[in-house]
């Protein structure tokens, strides 16, 4: 069986990007742009995809604070793109403050 991924990145100056790039290679990843990678992964039918790919991006990457690996992939029902954190959590978004919306004043 196989599933499709977008795998998020950020592992900052000085990450382990070899191990990273090594592993989305084996998997013949595509770029989707900056620090964004396509693949296909192939799974056996009574395993889990999203943790077997958590657990070797985990121990085939020497990651450190700051870092972010992100998954993003369809539910198991097929109907919702979902994502979460491999590794990392999220942070402030640099275009805050940039939009035209109303201030929401608490009353």
């Not at 395993?47 to 085939?60: A, G, H, Q, V, Y």
């Not at 604070?65 to 590794?87: A, E, T, V």
Request: hydrophobic share 30%; proline share 3%.
């Amino acid at each position: 069986m196989t599933k499709a991924y977008w795998l998020s990145y950020d592992l900052g100056v000085g990450g382990d990007y070899q191990s990273l790039y090594q592993w989305l290679d084996n998997h013949k990843a595509k770029p989707c742009g900056d620090s964004l990678a396509y693949f296909q992964y192939t799974f056996n039918k009574n395993d889990d995809p999203d943790e077997k790919i958590k657990k070797e991006l985990l121990d085939n990457i020497k990651l450190k604070g700051g870092n972010k690996l992100y998954l993003i992939r369809k539910n198991k029902d097929g109907d919702k793109i979902i994502g979460s954190f491999i590794y990392g959590t999220r942070s402030a978004a640099p275009w805050v403050g940039y939009g035209d919306h109303d201030t929401e004043i608490d009353g």
